[in-house]
Structures are given as structure tokens and as C-alpha cells.
């Protein structure tokens, strides 16, 4: 039986990842701050004592940026860097939050690491490359938001480690992930909301950004492959489809039988314009493939969000 440590275990990848790898009969030691500066906590409670039914997850509320992993380490066969400060705007995003959630952080967690021979996996993202994400991993890094310049100084703290401490890593930069139990402040689970319940959609620009789509049980797979696999290297990991924000809203209105009421509003500082991930150094090295085209997975996410609404008390609001 393998052990992995998860970092942002509470989270939305990050439980996803958990539950992947409990599945498969392997021990998590799941790591969570349970911070709100995203969403409240109830979120990241329910999905931490959903994990806690498995006998073989061990739970911890740590804030990495004060306290080491270097105790739990003992047996570990990877870490699994999850945890991080998401989004580009929002109460408690400041350049300096990204800073000390996304750059000490991580700093913290490569210093526990040193010298313990445990392979690293780190979440990055997409957003380093900027406003136009098309292509593969040779795209410069010319990040647009302070979300991205904080991932990609974490990054450089990885590549140096690796460097320095012959250690390995694997940095994955994930495409858009989307799914069921959504971060609430994303655009596919405040769509589900709005449609579900009746209330404007907000669409920021005119909504021809498009965005190469992840379900996230694809990402999850990637994750443990890169985990099992302790390659050193940077990675694309992007979904099969490419598309607009009001198509996607589209697909989740059909999905409802419900015609969208929609707002637009203006473009945010820092949002991409486009992303379209080449994915084959994924599919080369770790043998990784998504599998989840966007409708499917909108589908699913739909499902989801009904059940959550109904769960609520919420009733549905039917325009078509």
C-alpha cells in the first residue's frame, strides 16, 4: 500500500485526488488550512467528512505558511501539492496573499522536503502563460494577473529545488477545471446556480473567451499518474475541448430545459482571453489522456448542482 500526502486535500481538486487515491487502496494523509477566502468552510468540511468515511485517510488542519510537513512525512511516497490561492479577484486576493499562500507556502513544504527523497507533484496552472494559453509547454511565461505571477515564481522555487537538492518533481499546469462540486466563485457552478434558481447570469465581457475545459476526474487522474510515475518534468494538462463562455452557458441552459437570463458586465483585470492546451508531453510521459468531453462533463456537473439545489430547498425555475 502507497502513502501520499495531499495538500489541499479539502479543496476541490484536491479531494478529488483524495478520493482517486483511496479508491485504489492507497493511504492519504490529506493536509487543509480549511481557509475562506474563496468560500466558507462548510464547502471543505463536508468534502474532508466525506473523505474521513475511508479508514485509510488521515486528516489535518495545517496553514502551511507557519507550520512545516516535515512530522508527516515519515513512509510518504509523494506529496501532492494541491494547496494554493485560486482566482484572480475576490475579498483576500491581494498581490500579497498570492504571495504568501502560492510563494511561502510552497517555499515551506520544499523545505520539509529537502533531503527526504519523497517525489513531488505540483499544481500549477495555466495562467502563467497569460492572456493567450495556446500551445504546448514552450509558450513564454508572461503571466497577466497576480495569480499567475505568484505560480510562476512558485514554479522557479520547484525547478530550483530540483535542481539544487537532486530531488524530482513533476509541475503540472492544469487547464480550467471544472466539474462536479465546483468551486462555488467559478463561472460553470455560478451558471448551474443562476439557471437552476432563476437569477441573472453574469457574463464578463461579451463572453467569447474560451477556455480549454479539464473535468476534474481527469485531473485527478493526471495528478496520480504523475505521482506514481515520479518523472521530473512540466506538463500541459488540458482537456479535449476548447470553448466560448456563452456557449458554455448554453450547454448547462439545454441541459435544464431553461432559457438564460444574462448580464454582461465588464472584463476583468488579469482573465485570459483564450486557452487551448497541447497535452502530448502528458500523454508521452505519463501515459495520460483526457477522457471527458464538455458536454458530458457539464452534464454531470448540472446533475450535481440539482441535487444540491433540491438538497437546499431551492426550487427550480423553469422559462422554457
Not at 26 to 50: C, S
Not at 88 to 99: E, L, M, T, V
Not at 294 to 304: F, P, Y
Request: aromatic share 4%; hydrophobic share 40%.
Amino acid at each position: 500500500m502507497r502513502t501520499y500526502l495531499v495538500t489541499g486535500s479539502a479543496g476541490f481538486i484536491g479531494s478529488h485526488v483524495a478520493r482517486q487515491l483511496l479508491t485504489d487502496g492507497d493511504r492519504v494523509i490529506g493536509v487543509d488550512g480549511l481557509r475562506t477566502e474563496l468560500y466558507p468552510a462548510d464547502h471543505k468540511l463536508r468534502r474532508q467528512n466525506e473523505l474521513g468515511r475511508f479508514e485509510r485517510f488521515e486528516s489535518h488542519v495545517l496553514d502551511l505558511r507557519s507550520t512545516s510537513l516535515r512530522p508527516h512525512l515519515a513512509g510518504v511516497d509523494a506529496v501532492i501539492h494541491l494547496a494554493a490561492l485560486a482566482g484572480i479577484d475576490g475579498p483576500g486576493r491581494s498581490a500579497a496573499a498570492y504571495q504568501q499562500h502560492n510563494v511561502d507556502a510552497t517555499s515551506r513544504v520544499l523545505d520539509a522536503m529537502r533531503e527526504s527523497g519523497v517525489h513531488l507533484v505540483h499544481a500549477s496552472t495555466s495562467s502563467v502563460y497569460g492572456a493567450s494559453a495556446v500551445g504546448d509547454e514552450s509558450q513564454p511565461l508572461v503571466p497577466v494577473s497576480a495569480y499567475g505571477e505568484s505560480k510562476v515564481r512558485a514554479e522557479a522555487l520547484v525547478n530550483s529545488y530540483v535542481s539544487q537538492s537532486a530531488g524530482s518533481a513533476t509541475v503540472l499546469r492544469l487547464f480550467s477545471a471544472y466539474g462536479p462540486d465546483q468551486r462555488p466563485d467559478m463561472a460553470y457552478a455560478a451558471a448551474c446556480r443562476a439557471l437552476i434558481t432563476g437569477l441573472p447570469m453574469s457574463i464578463t465581457g461579451d463572453g467569447t473567451q474560451s477556455r480549454s475545459n479539464t473535468f476534474v476526474t481527469d485531473v485527478a487522474a493526471a495528478v496520480v499518474l504523475a505521482a506514481r510515475a515520479r518523472t521530473s518534468a512540466t506538463l500541459n494538462i488540458a482537456g479535449p475541448d476548447s470553448v466560448r463562455l456563452i456557449d458554455a452557458v448554453d450547454i448547462i441552459a439545454g441541459e435544464l430545459g431553461v432559457t438564460p437570463r444574462l448580464e454582461f458586465v465588464p472584463t476583468r483585470g488579469g482573465d485570459q482571453v483564450q486557452t487551448r492546451g497541447d497535452s502530448t508531453l502528458a500523454r508521452e510521459l505519463l501515459g495520460w489522456r483526457p477522457t471527458v468531453s464538455i458536454r458530458e462533463g457539464l452534464a454531470a456537473q448540472v446533475a450535481w448542482a440539482l441535487d444540491r439545489v433540491g438538497a437546499d430547498g431551492t426550487r427550480r425555475h423553469r422559462t422554457a
